[in-house]
């Protein structure tokens, strides 16, 4: 059973910087495509960013020329590199498998967006 652990959440200023990490365990996480996803209260969960096993990625219209995610297989973990970061950015952050089914839900990081 796959578990994710996401950290690097914080509270920051509007225009500052944070990275959020999550690190797999289990063997099988280098082949799927994964997302960083984010959830605000009161709304659905989204899809802000994802990577493919190469490395190809794809954002969100609302994090693109801000948000870098990658991912360094040998770690088993994703990272989301989120620069000049907005209010509308607050939210808990987690990631997942995208296209496949996903792993249980890890705990989540909050980002936290306000001067």
């Known amino acids: 059973q796959v578990q994710l652990v996401e950290s690097g959440g914080g509270l920051v200023q509007p225009g500052g910087s944070l990275r959020l990490s999550c690190a797999a365990s289990?063997?099988?996480?280098?082949?799927?495509?994964m997302g960083w996803y984010r959830q605000a209260p009161g709304k659905q969960r989204e899809l802000v960013a994802s990577?493919?096993?190469?490395?190809?990625?794809n954002y969100g219209d609302s994090v693109k020329g801000r948000f870098t995610i990658s991912r360094d297989n040998a770690k088993n973990t994703v990272y989301l590199q989120m620069n000049n970061l907005k209010p509308e950015d607050t939210a808990v952050y987690y990631c997942n498998r995208v296209y496949a089914s996903p792993y249980a839900w890890g705990q989540g990081t909050q980002v936290t967006v306000s001067s």
């Open positions: 289990g063997s099988d996480f280098r082949i799927y495509v």
């Open positions: 990577v493919t096993s190469g490395s190809r990625t």
